[in-house]
Structures are given as structure tokens and as C-alpha cells.
């Protein structure tokens, strides 16, 4: 944990994003006052407002922000395709060293394809086939003949977010560590990962339980059977796609938080990408982000708010039946955030 925990206000930096993200960053703001949240906002643009404002989608004074407050939530950034841009979340991620990207899954309406879902899945966010070195290899006159890739996983890498992750299940009541790989064909790149695995898991034996599965199998179990699943841990592109998939188990993409946490900061942000084509239109769902705000809390000491805000997003949803077009309903964005900020006020 980086930042402390007291009841006076915690300097954070807002980045708003692209696309649907200053919509949602808006309405979440708003509930967040409502709430009483103790955040004191810096608002810094990146993403596609970036390389508008300082030419850089992270440009230097947003850097700057995080580096002075270690604590953001950021609204989905779009990487420009082509233009020499690498992705704006892996540099996020690799300038701040947050190694661990916490996904929850966690069912808020009742009656979906799937009941009583609650698992976290566990990703490790700076290493892995996801750090995209890759390059094109001309053959004949097609400079593109042949795409190479690596992918690079360290035992230390693999130790760390093995032991977040078990630390994670201690500290949040959780009995049993899912470790997921493919070392049965990328025997060295993901078997490093097994192994460290094996090494971890002993030092919480009798606390926490481990078990094992091959990512495609994990995949299909995660539709057949998604309870038996309870912390899942990953390397970075599995935990990519997986946690996809998990958020398919809850309502979709508009239902997921994350939250990326290394030694020195922590940003928090949903799932979800800037959504352009639905931006400008007023209709995205604030609950992913509403709810990164919630892991937000959590990790400044404020269980309560973060349960208080928790528990009224359901009772909008299940109560008041107002929900955002992806889930079925017809509510504005705008729309949302007043229903949670009315019964904020007890309306
Ligand atoms: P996306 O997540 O933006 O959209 C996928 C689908 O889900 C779309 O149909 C979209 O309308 C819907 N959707 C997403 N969020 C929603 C919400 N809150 N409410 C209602 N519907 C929602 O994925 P994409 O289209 O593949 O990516 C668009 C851009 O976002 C790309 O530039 C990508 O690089 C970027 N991206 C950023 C992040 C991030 O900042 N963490 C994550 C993923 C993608």
C-alpha cells in the first residue's frame, strides 16, 4: 500500500481518457463527492488528449502528477494505431513498475447467465509474450515475410505476483490460488512460471490451497464451472484475455474494474477500452469505473466508503432497475450517476 490511510484528503490524479472517458470520469467524480470520497483530484490529459495538448499521449506533467501523488484513476486511453506509438497502458505500467493487475469478477445482477460469481483474477503486467518485442524478418521482395516475437518471464517476475497473489487471498479471506500456464508446449517461457509457483506456494501451506491448470482448459472450465474458481494468477497475456472473459460472466465489459499496483503506485481503471462507438452519445455504462473507484478506496484505507458505494450501485441496479443500454436498460450515463448520487442522499 502506497498511500495512507487517514480520514483528511488523499492528493490523486484524474486522468479522464479518451473516447467514452471523460463521460464516465465525470459521473464518477460526481458520486465520489457525493460519497464523501477523501480524493483532492489532479486532472492531467492523456491518450489521444495528450498528443493534442503536449504532443505525447503521456506527457510529461501527467508523469509528473502521479509521481508527486502515486495514486490515479484513469479512464481507458487510446493507443494511435501506426505513428510509431507504443501502447500508453504498457508504458503507464512499466514507467510506475506496477507488476500486478488485480481483476475482480464479481456478480451485481441477479439473474444473468451466471449466479454468485466471485473470483479475482490475478495478472502479471510487465512481462510475459504482452511486453510485444517483436520485429519483421524481409524475405524476397515482402519486407513483412515473417512476424517474430518474444516473450520474456523471470523467476524473480513470476515469484512477485505469485506472492501478491497469495498474499491477496490471505488478506481478502480467499482459500485457494488457480495457477494458470501452458508449460506443457511453452515449456521454458511459461514452466518458469509453474515452477516459481511451486516454490510460492509452500510458504502458505495450511493458509492458502494452489492448484493448477493449462490456460486453454482454464478457459473452457471458466464457462462450464467459473465457482470452482477463487484467486486465478497469471502471466500478462492469458490474464489479458482471461480477465476478459471473467467480466463476460458478470455483465460484460461495463462491469469490470482493475487495478494496476506496483511498489511505489497504484492505478486504478476499468476494464474497458474508450469505446468509440458509443463515445459522445451519453450512454456508456460508469459502473467499471465506479467500481476501480471502489478498489481505489480499498487501497487508501476506506473499506467503508468502498462498501457504502458498493452496496447503493446494486440497489440503483436491482432496485431502482436503472441500468445503462449494455445491460439491457435504457439509462444515460448522466442518468446513473443521479440515481446512485439520490440515494446517496437517502432519496
Ligand atoms: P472497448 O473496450 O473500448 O470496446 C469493446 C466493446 O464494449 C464496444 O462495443 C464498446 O461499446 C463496449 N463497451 C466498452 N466499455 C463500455 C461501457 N463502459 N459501457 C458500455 N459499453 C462499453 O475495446 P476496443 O474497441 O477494442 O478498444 C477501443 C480503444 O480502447 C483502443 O484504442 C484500445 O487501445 C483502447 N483500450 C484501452 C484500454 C485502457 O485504457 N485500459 C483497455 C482496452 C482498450
Redesign the pocket.
Known amino acids: 500500500m502506497t498511500a495512507t490511510a487517514n480520514r483528511g484528503q488523499i492528493p490523486a490524479t484524474l486522468i479522464p ?1 479518451d ?2 472517458g471523460p463521460e ?1 470520469a465525470g459521473s464518477v467524480t460526481a458520486v465520489l463527492e457525493a460519497l464523501g470520497a477523501p480524493f483532492v483530484w489532479d486532472v492531467q490529459q492523456g491518450g489521444l488528449a495528450g498528443i493534442e495538448t503536449a504532443g505525447d499521449p503521456l506527457p510529461s506533467a501527467l508523469l509528473d502528477s502521479i509521481r508527486r501523488t502515486r495514486l490515479a484513476l ?1 479512464g ?4 494511435p494505431i501506426g505513428g510509431g506509438y507504443r ?1 500508453v ?1 504498457v508504458r503507464l505500467r512499466e514507467e510506475f513498475h506496477l507488476y500486478a493487475n488485480v481483476r475482480p469478477a464479481r456478480t451485481l445482477i441477479p439473474g444473468g447467465r451466471y449466479e454468485d460469481i466471485d473470483l479475482v483474477l490475478i495478472r502479471e503486467n510487465l512481462e510475459g509474450l504482452y511486453v510485444a518485442f517483436e520485429h519483421y524478418i524481409p524475405v524476397g521482395d515482402d519486407p513483412k515475410a515473417v512476424a517474430f516475437s518474444s516473450g520474456v518471464n523471470t523467476k524473480a517476475g513470476a515469484r512477485r505476483i505469485l506472492e501478491f497473489a497469495f498474499d491477496y487471498a490471505l488478506r481478502n479471506g480467499r482459500r485457494k490460488v488457480t495457477v494458470v500456464h501452458k508449460a506443457n508446449v511453452l515449456k521454458a517461457l511459461t514452466g518458469i512460471f509453474l515452477d516459481a509457483a511451486r516454490e510460492v506456494a509452500p510458504l502458505y501451506e495450511g493458509r492458502v490451497a494452489m492448484d493448477d491448470r493449462i490456460v486453454d482448459a482454464c478457459a473452457m472450465q471458466l464457462v462450464l464451472n467459473p465457482w470452482q474458481f477463487d484467486v486465478i494468477v497469471t502471466t500478462n497475456l492469458f490474464g489479458d484475455i482471461l480477465s476478459d472473459e471473467a467480466a463476460g460472466l458478470v455483465g ?3 462491469m469490470a474494474p482493475g487495478a494496476n499496483i506496483g511498489a511505489g503506485a497504484a492505478i486504478f ?10 463515445a459522445g452519445k451519453g ?4 459502473t ?1 469505473l465506479l467500481l476501480a473507484a471502489g478498489l481505489m478506496l480499498e487501497h487508501v484505507g476506506r473499506v467503508d466508503l468502498a462498501q457504502h458505494l458498493h452496496a447503493v450501485i446494486g440497489e440503483v441496479l436491482n432496485l431502482d432497475k436503472i441500468r ?3 445491460l439491457g436498460g435504457t439509462a444515460t450515463t448522466k442518468d446513473f450517476a443521479q440515481a446512485i448520487m439520490r440515494r446517496l442522499a437517502g432519496g
Do not use: F, Q, R, W
Open positions: 481518457g473516447g467514452i464516465i484513469k481507458p486511453l487510446t493507443t501502447s497502458n460484460g465489459l461495463g481503471e476499468a476494464v474497458h477500452g474508450s469505446a468509440p462507438d458509443i450512454i456508456a455504462n460508469p467499471a445503462t443500454g449494455d
